[in-house]
């Protein structure tokens, strides 16, 4: 049994799973910076669009002017923040790659689990080694366009080294 390919496969596949867990993370928290600024943007429009500050603040009411003024511009502010950094895009473009990665990681677990059983020989081992490596080379360039942070990366090792990922007991008999 091809031993180093082996260990070079589990090493792919701890690589895919903080891979896709890094990118669910960042797709999570592009996401809520998604939501974040149009919820703000909607309350400062309904705000700004309606007579709500002109019934506070009475009619004529200069610093009605300058905070409706204000409001407007941060508005504006948030919605060039929202277009250049597509967050929205950005959350299902990482979500995607982490998807991949996930059907990366069952592939190898499901390759591991036959050459175990004794079902592939050597010269087939190599082979689809080779093919999974390239999938994840090309994996890997299409995931530079989502970006993933520190942070990103710190919660999916926390997340791996708490359990995440491992399966119990009770589990492999759900179903049954």
Avoid: W
Wanted: with cysteine.
């Amino acid at each position: 049994m091809p031993e180093n390919i082996i260990k070079q496969l589990k090493k792919f596949r701890v690589d895919t799973t903080f891979e896709k867990k890094k990118h669910y993370n960042a797709a999570d928290r592009k996401k809520k910076y998604h939501n974040i600024l149009v919820i703000v943007q909607i309350a400062i429009n309904a705000i700004t669009g309606t007579t709500l500050l002109t019934a506070i603040c009475g009619n004529s009411n200069k610093t009605a002017e300058i905070i409706a003024l204000c409001l407007t511009i941060t508005s504006t502010i948030f919605a060039g923040i929202q277009k250049a950094y597509k967050f929205d895009k950005q959350s299902q473009g990482n979500t995607k790659m982490a998807d991949m990665y996930l059907r990366l990681a069952k592939k190898i677990n499901l390759f591991l689990s036959c050459i175990d059983d004794g079902m592939i020989s050597n010269d087939d081992i190599m082979k689809e080694t080779n093919k999974i490596q390239e999938e994840i080379c090309q994996t890997n360039e299409l995931s530079a366009q989502f970006s993933t942070n520190n942070v990103d990366y710190r919660k999916a090792k926390k997340g791996i080294e708490n359990g995440e990922e491992n399966y119990t007991e009770t589990e492999f008999h759900i179903g049954e």
